[in-house]
């Protein structure tokens, strides 16, 4: 796996990723990243922590190298590493690097997914030294102004090998993200989907019906994603039924009788 496989580089964008604030994130985001502050952000799949970070990197002008960890993501993979090519070895930085190196948010997503080693690389950048020392190329950057570090996690996957250690996790200013309430909901789905008002309240209904159930049946509870995929299905002439099966009851389990259980509830609300 190369270096670049692993991160996806995203220039500022013409226009901003449209984000609706739920309280006062943004003004906090805006604040840490002017004080060089690294930000921690956790809530549930779905909840738009990704979209947050998005729209932030385009509100302030900076590049945004996102990073989805994984089991086998290494220090290494992130700071980068020694490759081989006709012309000989050479170093390519990691997105970690980069960021540091030519400024820009570096977003770690579900950072507890990473390597234990993956999380020490960033106590030097997440305190007041803000530097990235590089031991197989003897360099130590220095982080500009406009390195910001960012990192995400879903804290109910956390359990006593998945969680982010006290020492790593009191070096951020942290936001907890949560779903919208349901009127903010409905506006969000509606302007995402293009669906009308009474169609997606009755799809955010219908998310707030099976998240009262979610610690029961589900593994997690559906995210506001799943509910804009659908009404982006029924807003291009999907049966509403058949939209929420396919993006919403299918991705929630695998259980033949707990997705039977969910179509009752989807009956029960786009029945008719």
């Known amino acids: 796996m190369t270096v670049t496989s692993i ?17 006062d994130e943004i003004e906090v985001f ?9 930000v921690l952000i956790k809530g549930p799949t779905g909840c738009g922590k990704t979209r947050f970070v998005e729209h932030m990197a385009a509100r302030l002008g900076l590049a945004l190298y996102t990073v989805s960890c994984h089991d086998d993501l290494s220090a290494s993979d992130l700071v980068g590493r020694h490759l081989i090519d006709a012309s000989g070895t050479y170093w390519s930085d990691g997105p970690l690097t980069q960021a540091v190196r030519h400024g ?8 507890v997914e990473a390597r234990k080693d993956t999380t020490v690389v960033l106590h030097a950048l997440s305190d007041d030294r803000r530097i990235l020392p590089i031991d197989r190329t003897g360099e130590q950057l220095e982080a500009p102004p406009g390195f910001m570090l960012v ?17 790593t996790r009191q070096r951020f200013v942290s936001l907890a993200f949560g779903f919208p309430e349901a009127g903010l909901e409905g506006e969000i789905v509606a302007g995402e989907a293009g669906v009308d008002q009474a169609t ?10 099976l998240r009262s159930t979610a610690d029961h049946d589900l593994e997690e509870a559906p995210g506001t994603r799943l509910i804009v995929d659908a ?42």
């Open 7 to 23: 991160a996806r580089a995203v220039r500022v964008p013409s226009l901003i990723p449209r984000y609706t604030p739920t309280g």
């Open 30 to 38: 805006e604040l840490a990243h002017q004080n060089r502050l690294p």
């Open 104 to 111: 820009g948010i570096c977003y770690l997503d579900e950072v």
């Open 151 to 167: 990192v995400s996690y879903n804290p109910g996957y956390q359990h006593l090998l998945k969680g982010l250690k006290p020492s």
């Open 200 to 209: 997606a309240k009755r799809l955010v209904t219908l998310a707030n019906a």
């Open 231 to 272: 009404a982006k299905l029924i807003a291009a002439g999907c049966d509403p039924r058949v939209a929420c099966r396919a993006a919403i009851v299918e991705c929630l389990s695998d259980d033949p009788e707990i997705t039977r259980a969910l179509m009752v509830v989807v009956l029960a609300i786009f029945g008719d």
